[in-house]
């Protein structure tokens, strides 16, 4: 770390040459902080900077020195929020920018470290020279181990043998064993592990693929771990290692004495719903809770200072930094909120049940392995801002066949890595299968296709904006699967969709997931539309619902994320609850002359929808039919006879309602700050 170290101090530095610039105020604290700091007193120094920031809260040299300190304490995410605060005081200071860059475009790099570092043994913590002799091994019955290269010690790097409880020999040939490396237990049907007194190193994933592990025992002389309950801890129980995987039990708490979480913590943990992390603890590798199957909830204790979560998803304190959605969370779609702007390491990894992930547009960085293993996810839209994009971000993922890109990533962070050896990010494989990469680099923004999502061939198109609708399909097309006159389910991949005209009921959830499609053309031979018909086509921008149309089931266009014009021509009888409801990008709704009811919860949460003009053949709205949707004003024509319970409730922009004295309004139907202007 003391590359960091030096790092940092010319931050610092910079920070002593621009303090004038903010007065007195603050200033004896913040120069106790410099002095902290250079004897590298983290605690004092933090103390004192948030004392210069209380006097001074635009101090913006008190921000970056306390976030340099941070970072030295390994605590990313306060270093990051301070580096935030002093650039939205000085967008131009250069110590704040520079430490900045030295945090990364994300907070990973740190948590990499120290899952590195504070693992490694001390014979191997700087690399091999670039010639060297050959690797020398000895081996007993049951274990293969590498002879480090003070030649005094080993570290175990394979299991040969096949007791399912088993015993780490304390010595190898005559000399003592100190470190597990590697996988050595892959493979291994192991169900205890006992660690003698001379191991001093657990390397992270040593136990990776053992699902059946249920104890790990440590001797109790060990000097560095010690083990509660099966669990593995350093030995004064501050950092949690690993907790095996095949324990029984669906919750845990994590003790109270734990300030870290290691990387490689609970992968695996099959069996757990959810774990309580208390409020102590201050650094949690990306990666902890990685292929947790059945994990659905991470609590946080309201008084940690580093971490919150929210509906079980762990984020940093001001929830700028998504850290994990847990994987066996059942939600087909997820909206990431607007207030992150960095998606950590492996955060959505092996989530098997996502089918499409929102991402605003405030973020600014996708992590390495953040989507790895999602096998459900179909498309995926990369916002403006996003500057880079990490190496294996969406690799496994072989329902993924559209991305879109709205902004440049320049090569080098178009599938970055974080190098702890340089200590610095460099150029790796690409973040998708096959030529992505290279046809992004080459076309830039726009959305861009593959019907083999999976594999090193995979190849990629670039959509044209101005991409033709294709020919009307056979009536036997196969990508339309058919159950007599209904559509039942659509197994094709284009991108634009005409469905067939002998369809006269698109059955429920026939386009289910299918992130691809960017519009479809409903002909008028259709006359219902199915609960959840397009359920999660986050593609889909546009529809128009022809005039045939006479019943549409409930949910049918739901929490569509691109959805922002919605056309109806039809004299819908069955207007099914929440037809439309969650499309937050909603803008254009024309309901043409004919419609007869605005159903319950119709456009609930439609958060762009600021207006919208109701037909004079409209005789009812529904419960909560635009709730917490964006209008801003809106006129009902007498011919609406009844307005349902909570019709406009949480309507926050909403100053105007026009209506008739002989409209029925249901009990809470309209904001008391709402303004009635009767129109007779």
Known sequence: MKKNFVFIMLVVSLVFGVVGVYGQAGKAAFD???????????????????EAIRLNPNYTDAYTSRGAAYLEKGSIDLARSDVNSALKIDPNNKAAKDLNSKIGIDSSQVAFLNSIFDNFSP??????????????????????????????????????????AVVIPSSIQGLPVTAISGSPFQGKNITSVTIPSSVTSVYSGVFSGCASLTSINVDGNNKSYTAENGILYNKNKTTLCIYPAGKTGSSFTVPNSVTTITSSAFNDCKNLASITIPAGVTMISYGAFSGCAGLTAINVAAGNSEYTSENGILYSKDKTILHTYPGGKTAVSFSIPATVDGIGEM??????????????????????GVFEGCARLASITIPARVLGIGEGAFLRCPSLVSVTFQGSIDKENFGYYYDPWDDEFDEGDSPFYGDLKEKYLAGGRGTYTTTAPVGNNSKWTKQSATTQQPAAPPANNPDFEMKGTTLVKYNGNATNVIIPTNVISIGKEAFYGRGLIKSVIIPSSVTSIGERAFGSCQ????????????????????????????????????????????????????????????????????KSLTSITIPSSVTSIGVQSFGDSGLTSITIPSSVTSIGDYAFYSCNNLTTITLSRKTTIGNNAIPSSVKIIYSD
Not at 32 to 50: C, L, P, S, V
Not at 135 to 145: G, I, N, R, T
């Open 32 to 50: 106790r902080g410099e002095a902290a700091f250079k004897q590298k007193n983290w605690d004092k120094a933090i103390a004192e900077y948030t």
């Open 347 to 368: 955060a959505f990894s092996f989530c098997a049940n996502l089918t499409s992930v929102t991402i605003p547009d405030s973020v600014i960085n996708i992590s390495e």
């Open 123 to 164: 014979q191997e913590s700087t690399p091999a020279p670039a010639t060297q002799t050959a690797q020398k091994y000895v081996s007993d019955s049951d274990f293969k181990a590498a002879v480090l290269s003070d030649g005094k010690s080993v570290r175990i790097t394979e299991y040969t043998g096949s007791k399912q």
């Open 539 to 606: 593609g889909l921008t546009s529809i128009t619902i022809p005039s045939s149309v006479t019943s549409i089931d409930g949910w049918a266009f739901s929490g569509l994320m691109s959805l922002t014009s919605v056309t109806i021509q039809a004299n819908i009888a069955n207007f099914g609850k929440g037809v439309f409801s969650g499309c937050h990008k909603l803008t254009n709704v024309t309901l043409q002359s004919g419609v007869t009811k605005i159903g319950d919860r119709a456009f609930e949460s439609c």
